[in-house]
Every structure is written in C-alpha cells, then in structure tokens.
C-alpha cells in the first residue's frame, strides 16, 4: 500500500515526485496559497493535470476514477454538503459506526439531526473527516482537517487518524502548523512559494 | 355564428388607448413614450410582415416552405435559450439548445399532427407553423430555465457535486440534486398555466377563438389538447437540456469541469 507520486504537475503547482510508504504519514507544511491543496486535488484526480500515481501497486490510470477516489479518501479544508439535515450525509444502515466516530471526535450526537446550516466550521470539518473515513480509504488526503479546531478537538483527530495508520492506512496530512506536522508525521515535506516541495 | 370581422379602421379607434399612454408619459414625466412608440410600430409591422408570409405559406402547400419556416422559427428559439444563462459553456451553449429544442419541438409536432389533429396532408402550414410556434414558446420557456438553472447554479454547488465525488460517487449521483431542481425549476411555468387555465385565465389560443365566434367547447377542447402538448414538450426539453448541459462540464475521469464554464 505504498504510494508513489511521479512527476504530478498542472499549470498551478509542481512537478511532484515523492514515495509515502504503507501506513506512514507524510505531512506537508508551508505557506496558504502555494499549491498544498492544489497537490492534494491532483492526487485525488479531480483536476486536470499529467503525471503518475501508483498505490499498492496499482497504477492508477487502471482504475475508474470513482473506484480511485474510494480507495485515496480527500478531507478538503472547506467541505461540501448537499442535503438538509446533517444526518442525510451518512449512511444510515452504518449509523453505529458514524455514532462511536462522533464520539471519539467529540461531535454532539444531537447535532446529525439538525440542520447542516447549524453545524459550526468545527463540526463540519469533523463531520467530513468522519465521513470520508467511513468509506475506509486506504490512502488518506488530509487537508487542513483542525484549522478551526480547539486544542482538545485537535487532538481527538490526531488520535483518530493515528490508529488508522497503525492499522495501515497511508496517509498525506497538509498543515501549516510545524508542531503538528512534527506530532503526526513520519516524514515531513515543507511546500515552497510556486508549488516546489521540498525537505 | 359568424366571427366579426375587423376593419382597419376599427383597430385605428383601439390605438387611442397607446395614444392615452402615451400622453400619460409625457405628462407625468414617466418616460416610457419613446419605448411605446417604438415598441408599437415594431409589433404592427412584425405582424403584417408575418400575417402576408402565412398566407404566402398557407396558399403554396410547399412542404419545403413549411419545414424551411419551421427550422428558422427553431433556431431563433436556439438562440433565445442559448444566451438567457449567465454563463457560457466553452463549446457554446447552442450546441446544447439545439439538439433539445429542434429535437421535442419536430417530436412532440409530428406527435400531434399525426394523431390528435391529423389534418390533411398532415403537414399542413395552418396546423404546423401555428402549433410549432406555440410548442416553441413553451420548450423556450423551459429550456432556458433548465440550462440557466444548471450553468448559473453549479459554480454556488460546487463543493457539493465534489463533496460526493470526494467520496467515489459517480457524477450523475453527484450532479443529481443540481439537475433535479433545475428541471423541477423549468416545470413551474407550465403546471402554473395547466393550473391556472380557464380558472385565473382564459388562455390566449381559446380567447382568440371565442373572439373569432368558435363554440366554447370546441375552443376549450382545442385548449386541453394544446396544455397537454406544451407541458410534454416542456418536459422533455427541460430533461434533455439539463442533463446535456451537465454532460459538458463532466470529463473522462468524472471531474467537475469548471474551467469549461465563463
């Protein structure tokens, strides 16, 4: 399940090659604006770009993108919600599963049944995260998932995401707080200003 | 009964009311004169000029003249629908109107020639030309708040549509609730004026025979068969433009293409 980026490049940011091996975390550090989130995208193939990514050994240009994007999950830093009510968004045959997510995240179990609108910038990156995990993707694109998050919270998405590396899920965490990527990451790679990664 | 017939002269005695009109614009300062004026003599002319061609149409029995008239009243719909959207698709939003609008405007036409109305031959210019334009106005209608409801609105969906293709879904799931209420948008007009008929309005075809001296249920039965045909046409031009308008932003790895939108 290791991942290998090659060559990845739009007219945005790039050209990126890297090697994330299985259940490791990479975090990405660096300034808003130089191509952080533009790398993740193109991981997760929802812009046009060149480039190769293989994962667990599978090139991904072999797989249908709907069937890539279930096994590389994205978190992105501003989510999307297209229902009403907060609880629409989950799959209510796994709601014991979404429910002991929740908790570990400290989400209010009362919030799945109110309005997406209610729910703060917080809650709705938790609620994503929770989410994007339920699909239980092998590879983990994280973008930004505590900038609005309290130290407690903060720390209860860490926890989280550790165990899923532990069980073997790879992992690519963008932050721009340095202590955090130190705390998550088992390499660390710092974006410059014109989308270059570099050590 | 025998319809009344109109003089000229007759008519010259309505345009009093523009007259009024317009003194009420100058008078009260309300500036409208000059856009009535203009806006009267274009309708008298644009009428003759269309009511000399009918009768040109009617008398030949020209197959080629009527299908020739028939696509040109098309295509001036084509263009109405292609420009009411904000946005511009990268291909050019005609090349989505055109196939939907010609396409319901000859199906649900010949539909209704060959088997409601079945005049003799069946592609008659007195049953075609008027029952073309009437189901354009219609598929206009409504095609046009489809693509609108799709282009305009999908840039605001955005997080949304990818929301779910974030998470493996396909993007006919994931532009599902976008087209839906595009479409469902497009249906208000026509359920409104199903609704509405003979209770809010009397709507303009069955007015028209009354004043001409038809009996009123001849005229209503002529109404019914008319409702039922613009709200199959609007239906089936909202459908196809919606989900054709949403096919252009979509690439081979099902990314929303929002580059392909201005």
Not at chain 1, 139 to 152: F, N, Y
Not at chain 1, 172 to 192: F, K, N, P, S
Not at chain 2, 51 to 64: D, E, K, M, T
Not at chain 2, 221 to 242: E, F, M, P
């Amino acid at each position: 399940m290791t991942l290998f980026v090659e060559g990845l490049r739009s007219g945005l940011a790039g050209p990126f090659t890297f090697t994330v091996p299985q259940g490791q975390c990479l975090a990405i550090t660096g300034a808003s604006g130089s191509g952080k989130t533009v790398l993740l995208r193109m991981i997760a193939d929802l812009d046009p770009h060149e480039g190769k990514v293989v994962f667990a050994g599978t090139d991904r240009a072999s797989l249908p993108a709907p069937a890539w994007r279930r096994l590389a999950g994205l978190v992105p830093a501003r989510s999307g919600w297209w229902a009403d009510t907060v609880g629409e968004h989950f799959p209510s045959a796994r709601e014991a599963e979404w429910q002991a997510l929740a908790a570990e995240l400290l989400v209010p179990k009362a919030l799945f049944a109110r309005s997406i609108e209610d729910a703060s910038t917080g809650e709705r990156q938790r609620l994503a995260l929770i989410r994007a995990l339920l699909a239980a993707p092998r590879l983990l694109l994280l973008d930004e998932p505590t900038a609005s998050l309290d130290p407690v919270s903060t720390r209860a998405v860490e926890t989280v995401v550790s165990q899923r590396i532990a069980a073997g899920t790879t992992v690519i965490w963008v932050t721009h707080d340095a202590a955090q990527a130190g705390r998550v990451g088992h390499m660390a790679l710092q974006m410059r200003s014109g989308g270059v990664l570099a050590p | 009964m025998t319809p009344l017939t109109l003089h000229a002269g007759d008519i010259a005695i309505a345009a009093i009311l523009l007259v009024v009109d317009a003194a009420l614009s100058i008078g009260l300062r309300l500036r409208f004169h000059r856009a009535l004026a203009i806006a009267s003599v274009r309708m008298v002319v644009q009428l003759v000029a269309v009511g000399y061609l009918l009768r040109y149409v009617f008398a030949g029995h020209s197959p080629w003249l009527t299908a020739a008239l028939v696509l040109a009243m098309s295509l001036v719909a084509v263009r109405e629908v292609a420009v009411r959207p904000v946005r511009r698709l990268a291909g050019g939003n005609a090349a989505v109107a055109l196939p939907n609008v010609l396409g319901v405007v000859l199906l649900t036409a010949c539909f209704a020639l060959l088997t409601a109305i079945r005049p003799h031959p069946w592609y008659d210019a007195r049953y075609a030309i008027p029952l073309v334009g009437i189901l354009l106005g219609s598929i206009l209608n409504a095609a046009s708040i489809a693509l609108a409801g799709v282009l305009d609105n999908v840039r605001q969906q955005r997080d949304a549509i990818e929301a779910q293709l974030m998470l493996g879904a396909g993007f006919g799931t994931a532009t599902a609730p976008l087209l839906r209420r595009s479409i469902r948008a497009a249906m208000v007009p026509v359920i409104n004026q199903m609704a509405a008929a003979g209770v809010i309005t009397l709507p303009g075809t069955m007015t028209g025979q009354l004043l001409a001296g038809a009996d009123p249920l001849d005229a209503v039965k002529y109404q019914i068969l008319l409702l039922i045909l613009l709200t199959g046409a609007s239906c089936l031009a909202a459908v196809g433009t919606a989900y054709a308008a949403v096919a252009k932003l979509r690439d081979s790895r099902d990314r929303l293409r929002l580059d392909l939108l201005r």
